[in-house]
């Protein structure tokens, strides 16, 4: 996988725990649910998509504050307390479709996302978003134990 370019398949176990955050709209950005969502260098205070080609400098100051629950279209210089989103937050337990993690023996370890479609196992790798901890293996599904918000210490160069 590599960044979503439609809506993610994602399953959930027990109860979603949803939050709302104001989006960045100094630049259009279109949002797919199941994608990261994180403040950062192109903003700290009003959320904006994780994809690793458009946000190469997200570092260990950043911090993940959920995945979307939603599908959104920003326009470029909307009114930003007008843009939006449902999240899902921590302690939500969230599945992905995704075979990267395959093995009981993977549960309980760090999960991050790479791109805004890819999971991975990449511990204090730079630029990337750890989202929580891998909580089951189950039908082609990955489900992940969210924490966010959360700073993202250790994933910055």
């Known amino acids: 996988m ?28 279109t949002i797919y649910k199941g994608q990261p969502i994180v403040l950062g260098a192109l903003d700290t205070v009003n959320g904006h998509r994780f994809v690793a080609a458009a946000d ?26 007008k843009q939006t989103i449902e999240l899902y937050v921590g302690p939500t337990i969230l599945g992905f479709k995704s075979t990267v993690f395959t093995t009981l023996s993977q549960l309980g370890l760090g999960v991050y996302m790479t791109d805004s479609g890819t999971l991975a196992l990449v511990a204090g790798a730079a630029g990337v978003p750890w989202i ?3 909580w089951m293996i189950e039908d082609g599904y990955c489900y992940v134990k969210l924490s966010a918000p959360q700073i993202a210490t250790g994933a910055g160069a």
């Open 2 to 29: 590599t960044a979503l370019s439609k809506d993610a398949s994602l399953r959930i176990k027990g109860v979603a725990h949803t939050e709302i955050f104001t989006l960045n709209s100094s630049a259009a950005q």
């Open 132 to 134: 929580g901890s891998l």
């Open 56 to 81: 190469p400098t997200f570092n260990n100051d950043d911090v993940f504050i959920g995945i979307a629950a939603e599908g959104k279209t920003v326009v470029a210089g909307s009114v930003e307390a």
